[in-house]
């Protein structure tokens, strides 16, 4: 059985204070990794697929890496309005499982200005 | 990036008629489409895949005769609470796959806030 595993549950940063979230993952077959950002009463808003471990990718102020067991999130010098719950997801199987996602409790982040 | 439009926003009933809940992806076509149910500070706990022209497959301790799933089209997918109750009072999200050629990523609707009364 696929799981996700996301630390912390709860983050606090001062504006600017960069910090990381994790997703530890153990799954049979990894298609993809996926962080997502959700903002209260909304669905999941895509940010990143990762592939293969030593992947990376960055959007602005955030930065994902993969690696064969887990992911990070790295958010550099955030903002006020970074603030909001982080999904982490993960995708595997056949490909005939279509975009099946098992996810993560999500870490919810809160930024202090 | 893809969009996914999901109607309605917001739902009230009353306890024991049934809420339809449509989900539309807006500039692509789905032949796969997932319906999640998210409870309050919790993650979203996959309900059931809906495939087009074909019966949805459901995951195990979700009800299939309180969750009617259909997708009849391309495009649409709608899940219909029958008979709803007060613990089915939740936030229900579809997302729907955009096909790559060896991974698929999934687009999110914003989410139906249900609340039975």
């Known amino acids: 059985e696929d799981q996700v595993t996301q630390s912390p549950e709860a983050l606090r940063l001062q504006e600017g204070e960069s910090s990381s979230l994790n997703c530890s993952y153990t799954?049979?077959?990894?298609?993809?990794l996926f962080w997502y950002r959700q903002d209260p009463g909304k669905g999941p808003e895509f940010l990143f697929t990762?592939?293969?471990a030593g992947e990376e990718k960055e959007k602005e102020r955030l930065k994902a890496t993969l690696t064969k067991k887990e992911s990070f999130l790295h958010i550099t010098a955030p903002k006020p309005e970074d603030s909001a719950t982080y999904l982490c997801a993960v995708q595997a199987g056949a490909e005939t499982s279509g975009s099946r996602l098992t996810f993560g409790e999500g870490t919810q982040l809160t930024v202090n200005p | 990036g893809a969009v996914v439009s999901q109607h309605p926003s917001r739902v009230i009933c009353k306890s024991g008629t049934s809420v339809k809940i449509e989900c539309r992806s807006l500039?692509?076509?789905?032949?796969?489409m997932f319906w999640y149910r998210q409870f309050p500070k919790q993650s979203l706990m996959l309900m059931a895949t809906s495939n087009e022209g074909s019966k949805a497959t459901y995951e195990q301790g979700v009800e299939k005769d309180k969750f009617l799933i259909n997708h009849a089209s391309l495009t649409l997918s709608t899940l219909t609470v029958t008979s709803a109750h007060p613990e089915d009072s939740s936030f229900y999200i579809c997302?729907?796959?955009?096909?790559?050629?060896?991974?698929?990523?999934?687009?999110f609707g914003q989410g139906t806030r249900l609340t039975v009364v």
């Open positions: 990762l592939y293969s």
């Open positions: 500039d692509f076509q789905a032949t796969t």
């Open positions: 799954v049979s077959g990894l298609r993809g």
């Open positions: 997302s729907a796959g955009l096909a790559g050629t060896q991974n698929t990523e999934a687009f």
